[in-house]
């Protein structure tokens, strides 16, 4: 796919998702362009996914399945519709300069709001989507990025203060790296490609992580707590004093695979 392409779409992908791209010969040789380019799909869906978990973690929850339905739907079919079957309006601001009191959230379609319903993802689990997510969209700002990992392994070490082994993490191009805060959780993030599929692992002290984990499920003789939020896949695994957690869109069984792979080559 033209990079160049990739980019001009890229900038218009916001409105697109906002529904604020007014002009239909633009809106439908974007979507043309989304049809044909998986790497534009998943920043499509990167970026209804940001707004639908501001409104989430805002404001009373929010049931967005047949939403995100409708999105991938879209994205994904052969011959894109003439019209965009949802719209999503939130405020465009910055995820830091979010208040409570200024967001204002709503939807049409198939969203429905639901006060009794309570959010099943913990905090951290969001905050690991969240955060995936933004940093994909370039909205956090980053430490280190290069394609050595030893240089990434040092910087951990250096960053959490404490002997880390990084995994062979299979990555195409270059990594990122950023210090994060999940929940009340202070880690490290890695920001990676492997395979088309992008991914992050975070790593922190297993003392500063409160809470259930997500459902255990074993893989290669260890526990992994797996969790399934807005079509992302959240596992984690405990590697000593640290735990690791690894997000990404791709499929449950696969990121446990990679999980496992990572769980195995970091023991030591």
């Known amino acids: 796919m033209n990079e160049g392409t990739c980019q001009d779409s890229r900038e218009r992908i916001t409105a697109w998702v906002d529904g604020e791209l007014t002009d239909p010969r633009e809106a439908a040789g974007l979507e043309a362009h989304l049809a044909g380019c998986e790497r534009c799909r998943g920043y499509a869906e990167a970026e209804a996914t940001t707004k639908t978990l501001i409104a989430t973690a805002y404001t009373a929850p929010v049931e967005v399945s047949g939403l995100h339905r409708r999105i991938r739907g879209l994205l994904e079919a052969a011959t894109p519709p003439k019209r965009r079957p949802w719209r999503l309006w939130l405020p465009r601001l910055a995820w830091g300069a979010l208040a409570a009191g200024l967001l204002v959230a709503a939807a049409i379609g198939d969203v429905a709001v639901q006060p009794g319903r309570p959010v099943e993802a913990s905090p951290l689990v969001r905050a690991a989507v969240s955060d995936h997510v933004q940093c994909m969209l370039g909205q956090l700002p980053l430490e280190v990025t290069t394609t050595d990992q030893d240089e990434v392994g040092r910087w951990l070490r250096e960053r959490l203060a404490r002997p880390v082994v990084l995994p062979p993490l299979a990555s195409e191009g270059e990594l990122s790296t950023r210090m994060a805060r999940l929940a009340m959780a202070q880690g490290a993030q890695i920001l990676f490609d492997r395979g088309g599929r992008m991914l992050s692992l975070f790593i922190m ?64």
């Open 205 to 268: 002290p297993v003392s500063e992580v409160t809470g259930a984990l997500g459902r255990p499920v074993p893989r290669g003789g260890r526990e992994f707590f797996v969790n399934e939020v807005e079509g992302y896949t959240v596992v984690f695994w405990r590697q000593g004093d640290l735990l690791y957690c690894l997000v990404s869109a791709a499929g449950q069984d696969e990121v446990l695979t990679f999980a496992a792979e990572y769980a195995g080559a970091s023991t030591g």
